[in-house]
Every structure is written in structure tokens, then in C-alpha cells.
């Protein structure tokens, strides 16, 4: 069974969703970043909870 994943800004399910994206966090590299294509258009922030980096 496949992991759920979602958006790291509106914990929005992106299963079905063609222009989310994920990526290391750029400052500790160790937590992955999810982002909806919405929170990325709208320049939603996140933070890792790993290190407490804040992106846009």
C-alpha cells in the first residue's frame, strides 16, 4: 500500500494532484517538504520540523 502524503503548508491530501512537489528541507536535508500546487502558486509558508527552517 502506498504512503499518503501531504502538503507541508495546508495538509492537503496530493495524491491526485499533478503540480505538488517534494524536495529535502534545503537547510538540514533530512525532513521532505510537500507542497500542493495551490500553496506553491499562493506562496504559502512552511516549516520543517526538524529544524525549524521557514520557507516561502
Not at 7 to 28: D, H, L, M, R, S
Not at 34 to 46: E, F, M, P, S, V
Amino acid at each position: 500500500m502506498a504512503e499518503i502524503k501531504y502538503c507541508t503548508g495546508c495538509k492537503k491530501n496530493i495524491a491526485n494532484t499533478n503540480e505538488a512537489v517534494n524536495f529535502k528541507c534545503p537547510k538540514c536535508g533530512k525532513h521532505e517538504i510537500i507542497r500542493c500546487d495551490h500553496c506553491r502558486k499562493i506562496a504559502t509558508g512552511y516549516t520543517c520540523p526538524e529544524c525549524g527552517f521557514v520557507g516561502p
